[in-house]
């Protein structure tokens, strides 16, 4: 179910990140990091992104923070100089607590084990599946929880090869997978030849019942907030292409290619 908040106090930071996201205190007394509509074409196809994104991350039972749909008061806004919409609501994603950044100085506090190698290896199968083109080398957007040992997957505002909805669907480099970033060597240094196969195979079986549970969601893609004016057919078209048997099939063959080049798989 879409949570539906509004702001209750001035927004009181603004992260200098590509899409400046405001942090808002909401109505269940909880903070949100917000991207929010601006004046600009394609923006509204980024937010729609984002929530597409948000929504099957979940189903897939990736780590992610819960979303909900955000109308920020026009009062909210005043020490915010970024030009705005002050009528379309925000997409706000939960603030976790006790994370830091994974990025190439950082990665090496993430405990290294079976628990962050299938975390990371399904991380990578999503991002291959939705075409997540915004999470490489130097921007893993990914958190991780130091306490529970949680990796933790944030940003989708550049899946669907970077919000492209005029053209199909194509599979992902090589080198935009997070396989390729330091975080995985990090990792599947520490586990055994035999780990990575089991892991692998286990995500295999994995692979089909995320994608029963994300379908299942695609109905909630209706609440894309009609004010961000994205048409519905495009995104269903989108979704079709997603679960369609060929995009499945080459997902995971590119999937396991990109892993055999990054570690010892199939060795
Ligand atoms: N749910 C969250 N809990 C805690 N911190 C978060 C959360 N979401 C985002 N952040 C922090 O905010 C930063 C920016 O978030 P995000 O990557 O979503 O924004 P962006 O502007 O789209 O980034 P990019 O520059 O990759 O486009 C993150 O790097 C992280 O430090
Ligand atoms: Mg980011």
Same mark, same amino acid.
């Given at each position: /179910?879409?949570? &539906?908040? *509004?702001?209750?106090? #001035?927004?009181?930071?603004?992260?200098?990140?590509? #899409?400046?996201?405001?942090?808002?205190?909401?109505?269940?007394?909880?903070? &949100?990091?917000?991207?929010? /509509?601006?004046?600009?074409?394609?923006?509204?196809?980024?937010?729609?992104?984002?929530? /597409?994104?948000?929504?099957?991350?979940?189903?897939?039972?990736?780590?992610?923070?819960?979303?909900?749909?955000?109308? +920020? %008061?026009?009062?909210?806004?005043?020490?915010?100089? =970024?030009?705005?919409?002050?009528?379309?609501?925000?997409?706000?994603?939960? %603030?976790?607590?006790?994370?830091?950044?994974? =990025?190439?100085?950082?990665?090496?506090?993430?405990?290294?084990? !079976?628990?962050?190698?299938? @975390?990371?290896?399904?991380?990578?199968?999503?991002?291959?599946?939705?075409?997540?083109?915004?999470?490489?080398?130097?921007?893993?957007?990914?958190?991780?929880?130091?306490?529970?040992?949680? +990796?933790?997957?944030?940003?989708?505002?550049?899946?669907?090869?970077?919000?492209?909805?005029?053209?199909?669907?194509?599979?992902?480099?090589? =080198? #935009?997978?997070?396989?390729?970033?330091?975080?995985?060597? *990090?990792?599947?240094?520490?586990?055994?030849?035999?780990?990575? %196969?089991?892991?692998?195979?286990?995500?295999?079986?994995?692979?089909?019942?995320?994608?029963?549970?994300?379908?299942?969601?695609?109905? @909630?893609?209706?609440?894309?907030?009609?004010?961000?004016?994205?048409? +519905?057919?495009?995104?269903?078209? %989108?979704?079709?292409?997603?679960?369609?048997? !060929?995009?499945?099939?080459? =997902?995971?063959?590119?999937?396991?290619?990109?892993?055999?080049?990054?570690?010892? &798989?199939?060795?």
């Amino acid at each position: /179910m879409i949570l &539906y908040l *509004h702001s209750i106090q #001035d927004i009181s930071v603004q992260y200098e990140t590509g #899409d400046l996201p405001v942090l808002v205190l909401c109505s269940d007394g909880q903070q &949100y990091i917000c991207k929010y /509509m601006r004046p600009n074409a394609t923006i509204a196809y980024k937010l729609a992104c984002e929530f /597409m994104g948000a929504l099957f991350a979940d189903a897939w039972r990736i780590n992610t923070p819960p979303f909900s749909i955000i109308q +920020i %008061k026009p009062a909210h806004w005043a020490s915010i100089s =970024t030009p705005h919409s002050y009528s379309a609501p925000a997409i706000g994603f939960r %603030k976790i607590d006790g994370v830091i950044d994974i =990025t190439p100085t950082t990665y090496q506090q993430v405990k290294v084990g !079976k628990q962050a190698l299938y @975390q990371l290896l399904k991380i990578a199968l999503f991002d291959f599946w939705i075409a997540n083109e915004d999470r490489t080398y130097n921007n893993a957007n990914l958190l991780y929880q130091l306490e529970t040992n949680t +990796i933790i997957s944030i940003d989708y505002g550049g899946i669907l090869n970077n919000v492209s909805f005029d053209y199909p669907l194509t599979q992902l480099t090589e =080198t #935009d997978s997070i396989l390729c970033a330091d975080i995985f060597a *990090h990792i599947s240094c520490h586990v055994t030849n035999e780990q990575l %196969k089991d892991a692998v195979s286990h995500l295999q079986k994995d692979y089909q019942r995320c994608l029963i549970r994300a379908k299942e969601q695609t109905l @909630q893609l209706a609440n894309i907030p009609k004010e961000w004016n994205v048409p +519905i057919t495009k995104i269903q078209a %989108k979704a079709n292409e997603l679960f369609s048997d !060929k995009w499945i099939e080459d =997902t995971w063959t590119n999937f396991v290619e990109c892993l055999k080049q990054n570690s010892n &798989y199939g060795r």
